[in-house]
């Protein structure tokens, strides 16, 4: 069993998992889940590269087979388990009085032993079947990262999660334009450029973040750099300026009629129009 509090069901977290799961007891030959997102393709129009999602590029590096369930029967021994920690699992957690994520996890390790030598039965063959993981931290944290390829444009540039990114120019990215190369986002925020494993030097721009004023842009690259600009101004929607009036005292008070005349210069230019009362011909 290997249980752990995230904030959401994502591969990473996942990654997180399967980490601890190897320290503890090396690699399985399988594992058996779910048809959740995480584990297998759930649309045939979103199949790409190797037609398996990240977690199963994972297990494949690490020579894991994974096996989706398709009975009834095989997921119900799943759920019987998560019935039973949604149960007496909070209830531990309120009694020791834990009410944050770091603190259930330091929690867990104590939980997991406690539930293991009450619940655990005897495998009728008590063989071990996992191996050796035989993988360094460092491979193991290229493997258990996010990968995909980037296409390389002619200024050097791709995109990344809403991201500008621009190749630092070099004798080896001079040749990358029109090539593909790999992008690598491990959990803690960090992302890598790799090309044949060759880390590839970087400059990432946000396209929501306006350009300062004061940037200093090198002149070979200046184009791109005013083209980026161009359609961050054509994204953005256009300022909103209120046209006010200049106030004019000599300009009379009231409505005004359609020909241009106040109500009011109408109403004395009658009346002067008529003769005072008491007045002959």
């Given at each position: 069993?290997?249980?752990?509090f995230?904030?959401?069901?994502?591969?990473?977290?996942?990654?997180?998992?399967?980490?601890?799961?190897?320290?503890?007891?090396?690699r399985p030959?399988a594992?058996?889940?779910d048809k959740?997102?995480v584990?297998?393709?759930?649309?045939?129009?979103a199949?790409?590269?190797q037609?398996?999602?990240?977690?199963?590029r994972?297990l494949a590096?690490?020579?894991?087979?994974?096996l989706?369930?398709?009975s009834?029967?095989?997921k119900?021994?799943?759920?019987?388990?998560?019935?039973?920690l949604?149960?007496?699992?909070?209830?531990?957690?309120?009694?020791?009085?834990?009410?944050?994520?770091?603190?259930?996890?330091?929690h867990?390790?104590?939980?997991?032993?406690r539930?293991?030598?009450?619940?655990?039965?005897?495998?009728?063959?008590?063989?071990?079947?996992?191996?050796?993981?035989?993988?360094?931290?460092?491979?193991?944290?290229?493997?258990?990262?996010?990968?995909?390829q980037?296409?390389?444009?002619?200024?050097?540039?791709?995109?990344?999660?809403?991201?500008?990114?621009?190749?630092q120019?070099?004798?080896v990215?001079?040749?990358?334009v029109?090539?593909?190369v790999?992008?690598?986002?491990?959990?803690?925020?960090?992302?890598?450029l790799?090309?044949?494993g060759?880390?590839?030097?970087?400059?990432?721009?946000d396209?929501d973040q306006?350009?300062?004023?004061?940037?200093?842009?090198?002149?070979?690259?200046?184009?791109?750099?005013?083209?980026?600009?161009?359609?961050?101004?054509?994204?953005?929607?256009?300022?909103r300026?209120?046209?006010?009036?200049?106030?004019?005292?000599?300009?009379?008070r009231?409505?005004v009629?359609?020909?241009?005349?106040?109500?009011l210069?109408?109403r004395?230019?009658?009346?002067a129009?008529?003769?005072a009362?008491g007045?002959?011909?």
């Amino acid at each position: 069993m290997q249980l752990r509090f995230v904030a959401s069901e994502s591969a990473f977290a996942y990654f997180a998992a399967l980490a601890g799961y190897l320290g503890d007891h090396g690699r399985p030959i399988a594992f058996y889940s779910d048809k959740h997102s995480v584990f297998r393709i759930t649309r045939a129009e979103a199949r790409h590269g190797q037609g398996m999602t990240q977690f199963g590029r994972a297990l494949a590096e690490l020579n894991i087979e994974i096996l989706c369930a398709n009975s009834s029967q095989a997921k119900g021994r799943v759920e019987r388990v998560n019935r039973m920690l949604q149960d007496r699992l909070v209830k531990e957690l309120r009694l020791a009085g834990i009410s944050d994520t770091d603190a259930g996890n330091a929690h867990l390790p104590g939980f997991m032993e406690r539930f293991n030598s009450q619940f655990a039965v005897a495998p009728a063959r008590p063989a071990n079947h996992h191996r050796p993981l035989e993988v360094s931290p460092e491979r193991l944290r290229e493997i258990l990262c996010h990968r995909e390829q980037r296409h390389v444009g002619h200024q050097l540039t791709l995109c990344y999660q809403r991201k500008r990114i621009m190749l630092q120019e070099t004798p080896v990215t001079r040749g990358l334009v029109g090539q593909y190369v790999d992008t690598y986002a491990f959990p803690d925020g960090s992302l890598e450029l790799r090309w044949q494993g060759m880390l590839l030097p970087y400059t990432a721009f946000d396209k929501d973040q306006r350009v300062q004023h004061a940037a200093i842009v090198e002149n070979k690259r200046l184009g791109e750099a005013l083209r980026y600009v161009q359609e961050l101004q054509a994204s953005l929607p256009p300022p909103r300026v209120k046209n006010r009036p200049e106030k004019n005292d000599d300009q009379p008070r009231g409505r005004v009629s359609r020909r241009g005349q106040s109500f009011l210069e109408k109403r004395r230019a009658s009346a002067a129009a008529q003769p005072a009362d008491g007045a002959g011909p």
